[in-house]
Every structure is written in C-alpha cells, then in structure tokens.
C-alpha cells in the first residue's frame, strides 16, 4: 500500500514535468507596509527572489549586493526581498531594512508558504531567478562572497533577451 | 538510492519558450513547474559504553540512514506536494559471549511500518492546493500563524529540527479589504528526525491533537491595520490517526484562544503594533501555575519603531500570564503550538533562562538602537532587555520571582567581501533576596567568596569574513562564560565556546574545522579529543548551485539549543556523516 502510494504520487509528479515549462508558481503576499504583491505584478521583467531572515548571517552579506543590482540596472530588473521570519519576530523586518537602507520592495513570507514552494528545505539564503517570460531561470542557495558575481552574470543575460 | 537521480534527470529536462505573459492569469497560466529536494545523510554514531565488568568495553556503533524526499508540482492554479522520510539502523545488534545485549529499537512494536527489519518509512506531508484571483483552498499539510504567533504559531523549525503541521483543511479569501482565513485539522508531528538520533526513542506514532481557527486581518484604515482571530485546541490522550477529530466531540483538554492586533504605520513618527491573546482552560488542561488554575490567561504585546535620521529604534514590550499553558501537554512531543515573541537573546541561553523564555508568568521589554555609520554597510547597535518573571515551576531554577537585566551591543559590517557581524552581552537574573539554601564559599570566575542570589551570563558572538588570495576565509566564534548564584540545579561556574574556521572557493568547496569546548559539568557528552575539548573537520562541495555534498568527521557536544521561542536539549555527536541535499 504505502509504495503504491509512493509509486503512484512521484508518477504523477513525473508526468507533469514531461510538460513542464519550469514556470515560476506565482504568489501573493503583503509587504513590510501591508500592501499586496503578486508575482504577476512583474509580469515581462528580470525579477530576483530572495529569501532570507533577520538570523542568517549570510543573508545579510548578500543583501548590499542585491540593492547595488536593484539600483544599478534600470526599473527591467525587480529584486523582491522575501523575509522568512516567523510571526514572532515580524517587527523585527523593517527596523532591520530601515537600519540598512535597502529601498527594494521587502514581502513577509510569515507562514513560509512561499519558500515551501520553491526551497522546501527552506534553507537561507535562498535565491530564485524568474526570467521575462516567467519562467525559472537560475536556482541557488547559500551565499559566499563572489557568488554575487555569477548571479549578475546571469541576470545581464536575461536582461538583454527580450 | 538511484531512483531519484532518474527524477532528477525528468525535472531537469529542457524548459520550454513561451510568449511573455500579457496579463496576470497568464503569468500564473498553464505553465508548470516541479520541483523535488532530496536530502540523503548517512551517520556513524560512535558509541563506547563501559560494561559492569571495567575490563569490557562495549563499542555499541551503529550507523543511521536518514532519507527525506520533498516533491512539489504547480500547474496552473493548482499545486500538489509530498513529503517521505525513511530511515534506517545497520549494524546495530551487539553480542557478548554469544548473548544478545544491545539491539536498539527503531519502531515501537505496535507501530506500523511498511518497510522490514529495523527500517522505517511515512509519508509525513501531503498537500493540494488551489489558488484563485480572490481564493486559496488547500486540503492536507500546511502551517500557519496568527498575527504575532500567541495564539497560534505552527512553522518548521529547521534549526532545531522541529516540524510539525496542521493536517487538514484550509481556506483564505478576500473580500474588500479583509484578507479571510479559517482552518481545522490534526497535528501530524514528524516521525522521523532528519538531524538527531532517530534511536533513541522508538518510533510509536503522536497524539494528533485537533485545532481549529478563524483569523480575519484587514488593510488600509487610513494608517492603520488591523486583525481579530479565535482557535480552539482540543489534545488527544491517545494515540491515532483520527484521534484529533475524535477529540472534537469528547471532554479533552480543551483550551481556546480568543485575540486582536491593531497596526499603525507612521503615526507620530512610528510604526506600532499592539496585540492581545485571552485563553480559557477546561478542567483537564495541566496547570503550570497551581494556585491559578480557574484563572483565563493572557499575552499582551507591544512594538514601536522609528527612524529618525541614521537612526533606528526597536521597542518591545510584553505581558504573558498562563499564555504557555495551552503547549503544558505538548513537552513530551517535543514542540508546541503557539508561541509569542520571546524579546530574549536566543544565542546563549540556558536551561533557567530556558525557563524564563517559556514562563507563564513573566512581563518585560526590550530596546534596541541601531545607527547606520555608514548605509547597508556600517551598522553598530545598542540593546537592553529587562524582564520580571515571577512563574517559579517547571524549569525555573528558582523558588522565588527574579529580575532579569540583559544589556548588549554589538555590530554589523559589510564591505566588499568582507564582513563583520559581533556581539557581547551580559545577562544577570537577581532573584528576590531569599538566599536558597547554604550560600557555599567556594572559589568561581567571579573570584571567592560566598555566592548570591544572582546568576551571571558573559556572552560574545563573532563572525568574520575575508578573502585569502582566491579564497574566502570565515571564523566564528562563540564564548560563553555562567557564574550561578545559589540555586538547586547548577552550582559549578563553567566557560564553554563553539567555534569554527572555514577556507571556502566561492560556494564551490569549503573545508572547515569546529572546536568546540565546554566545562560544564553536567553535559551529557565527552569529547574526543580532550575530555572539555571536541574537534571535527567537515568538507562540502557544491557541484551545482543547489546541490551541496558534505563529510564530516568528528564531535561536537551536546547542548540547550532555542530557535523561534522553542528550547531543545539536542545530543551530542561522535562520529562520521555524509550527506547531499539536491533541489532540482
């Protein structure tokens, strides 16, 4: 019974990916002022999710470099800064955002509905890139210094195909 | 174990071109995506045991198989997900003179499992849900929390490798202004421990407690928003499957939780938030605080900010009275299901200041300054936390209220590739002048003398990043040093550090040697390289950017760990793992 089950769940979840487009599931959630946000908003840009915490360390070494990106490569590239925080510590996000000076749109991911779909792990960081046809276009998680340089590579590729 | 490698192959196939979406229903249209994370670890525990007989040393090794397969597909509106863990013992049964004296037992014997011998498989989530423009309907395993998580509050915790879910039924909607929400379900705790020991208590299935919740939350009132919710928990006595929907109509501990949040964004130069949570008890729910059964309890919590200039400025404040009794049955399992924000400093922490995060009796605050120096590079703050806990039971180390006081500072920097993130502080608990017991003269780290009713805790946190020629070099460092005033648990003075040195090649290859020290007493664990001092090396690699291999060899000691308000006393290891974790 159980490996019918098994057997029959990952069939399902094969046939599917015989079709499959890598398509970003798209999502809504509030940001760090309680205005809603959809994926679709940014439907036809270079869009960077980020998934991080007030707690992860690495989180915040990677954050400055997601802001010069923000500001340095005109309004085609969105970088939507998800906080994974848990309900408790939801005061805690914009202080933190504020106290750095980050101005990318910051969404709060306080059920980690969202990380659950794309890094069910849910580790952190947690970078997704989502290309101008909404498709998944670059996964990767953790952060070292340098890795930054790869994932801008990758977003100036998508930025130039339209 | 190569199935899922052949999964691998399938997701991965080449995606697809498509038009760019030209509205919102074609963004989420009938593309699709699957996703699966697999996570493999293999574990030798090194286990020595002395025998009765001082000239027998039982090696009682064994070595642990854990296996954790997440798959998630999203088509269109609709999505579906599954989790299924296994794992198994090898070389686990010991003899002596021919005579069986060891075999550890992984499942309990009245427990199913499908798989034979000391193996073990669940199929621990699954779920279905369907999001429409205004609706989201999910049927299976989901987590949820209200508002500042008082009264509800059930997330994994992969820090402390906690997770369990409400297995049931789910519907959010939004009519107007209001975002709508209510749940009913089970609490499906998982079997299998992805990080600790599976062996140490046999597998023998939860007690699956029903929950049920309303929760409405509503937006734009001219700076403010707001939020009303309701939940009802009644816990099983039994185990089973359907045990939590039996529980519904039956006379169980039964508590029900009843609050409301107000928000209001940049009224008088600040954000504030202010929420309250009452809870009423039936007879059969324990009662942490006896003298105070019949009363209801409250948690009432309180935050500002501001940001005036470089500045930023964080207030805290909150007031729990009995708001823990709805989590007094769950110990045994190892979490609970509602938890309020701690405002404690979870990094260096103690089983009494354990106590004080999980008090039910306790008021308080916290203020933080933080001065960005330099913007998103330069951030050096001040924090003080000052806190009156009065419960006197459970783990608390004293029978009588004390004081809590917790100054800190610390600092962020990040520069390019380099990047500083550190900390001290000082915790002092002064409980109220009652000497417990004989106040010995003995000598400590705070020198001789007769000790008081305080308990001193040194902390300091430090994390460093830099590049080496072409590598980057991390260092970590933690230190913790507990002075103990006269109390009925802990009576050495100790100094303990965990710290780690990391030589990493971008997130392609890291190698990195722990060290970790403690002259605690009481710990559970010896180390393998002195008796105070363990080591381990850990090597990972990253063939693909979420694909991480590692080997580590080695121990680290065993500990109090909190992450997220909830407390575990994890074990220590000694030993060798391998793991790999791919999505893809």
Known sequence: MFRTMVAATLGLLWSVSAFAADKAADFTLRDINGKEVHLHDYAGKVVVLSFWATWCGPCKEEMPHLQKMFTGKGGDLVVLSISTDDARSASKVKPFIMSQGFTFPVLLDREASVIGTYNPSKTLPFTVVVDRQGNLAHVASGYNPGDEKGLETKIDALLAAH | ?584
Request: charged share 20%.
């Open chain 2, 1 to 584: 174990m190569g199935w899922w490698w052949c999964a691998a192959a399938l997701a991965q196939a080449p995606a697809t071109a498509e038009e760019a979406p030209a509205s919102p229903e074609a963004a989420a249209g009938p593309g699709a995506s699957v996703s699966f994370t697999e996570d493999l670890e293999v574990r030798y525990w090194r286990l020595d045991e002395r025998l009765p007989d001082p000239s027998d040393v039982a090696v009682l090794d064994y070595v642990e198989q854990v296996n954790r397969l997440v798959a998630r597909a999203d088509v269109g509106r609709w999505g579906i997900g599954t989790q299924v863990d296994q794992v198994a013992l090898f070389f686990n049964r010991f003899y002596l003179d021919d005579v069986l004296v060891v075999e550890r037992e992984l499942v309990a014997p009245d427990t199913f499992s499908p798989l034979p011998g000391q193996s073990y498989a669940n199929v621990e989530k699954v779920l279905v849900q369907y999001s429409g423009d205004d609706i989201k309907l999910q049927l299976g395993d989901g987590y949820a929390a209200f508002a500042r998580g008082g009264a509800l509050n059930l997330n994994r915790n992969v820090d402390i490798d906690i997770d369990t879910s409400i297995q049931g039924a789910r519907a959010t909607g939004q009519v107007g202004r209001f975002d709508l929400s209510g749940l009913i379900g089970q609490l499906n705790r998982q079997q299998v421990y992805q990080d600790n020991p599976n062996a140490l208590n046999p597998i023998s299935g939860d007690r699956r407690h029903a929950v049920a919740g309303v929760r409405a939350d509503g937006y734009g009132f001219g700076p403010a928003n707001i939020g009303a919710h309701g939940v009802v928990y009644k816990f099983a006595t039994e185990p089973g499957l359907g045990a939590g929907f039996s529980a519904l109509s039956e006379t169980t501990p039964t508590t029900v939780v009843g609050g409301g949040n107000v928000e209001l964004m940049g009224v008088l130069g600040a954000d504030w938030y202010g929420g309250v949570d009452v809870f009423g008890f039936n007879d059969a729910m324990p009662a942490p605080l006896p003298d105070a059964a019949d009363d209801p309890g409250y948690a009432a919590y309180l935050s500002a900010s501001a940001y005036p200039g470089p500045f930023v400025l964080l207030a805290e404040a909150k007031r729990y009275y009995q708001a823990d009794r709805v989590n007094a049955l769950l110990t045994p399992e190892l979490y609970e299901v509602a938890i309020a924000p701690t405002l404690e400093y979870e990094r260096a922490i103690t089983e009494d200041s354990a106590g004080a995060l999980n008090s039910n009796d306790i008021w308080g605050g916290r203020i933080q300054l933080d001065w960005s120096a330099i913007p998103a590079t330069l951030t050096p703050y001040v924090a003080v936390a000052v806190f009156r806990d009065l419960d006197t039971g459970a783990l608390h180390f004293n029978d009588v209220p004390e004081t809590i006081a917790h100054p800190m500072m610390g600092v962020q920097y990040t520069g390019d590739h380099r990047s500083v993130l550190a900390n001290v502080g000082f915790r002092s608990d002064e409980r109220d002048g009652s000497i417990q017991g004989e106040a010995p003269e003995e000598p400590s780290l705070w020198g001789d003398g007769p000790r008081s009713d305080r308990d001193h805790q040194l902390h300091g946190d430090v994390a460093v990043d830099f590049p080496v020629s072409v590598l980057q070099a991390k260092i970590n460092a933690a230190i913790e040093a507990y002075h103990w005033g006269v109390n009925p648990l802990q009576q050495t003075d100790y100094i303990e550090s965990e710290t780690s040195w990391t030589l990493a090649y971008r997130s392609d290859v890291a190698l990195t040697w722990f060290m970790d020290y403690t002259t605690n007493p009481l710990v559970a664990t010896t180390g393998n390289l002195q008796e105070q001092l363990y080591g381990a090396v850990e090597l990972q690699v990253k063939p693909a950017p979420a694909f991480t291999i590692k080997g580590f060899y080695g121990a680290y000691k065993a500990g109090i760990r909190c992450s997220g308000g909830q407390c575990r006393l994890l074990p220590g290891f000694d030993g060798a793992r391998i793991s790999a974790v791919a999505t893809f």
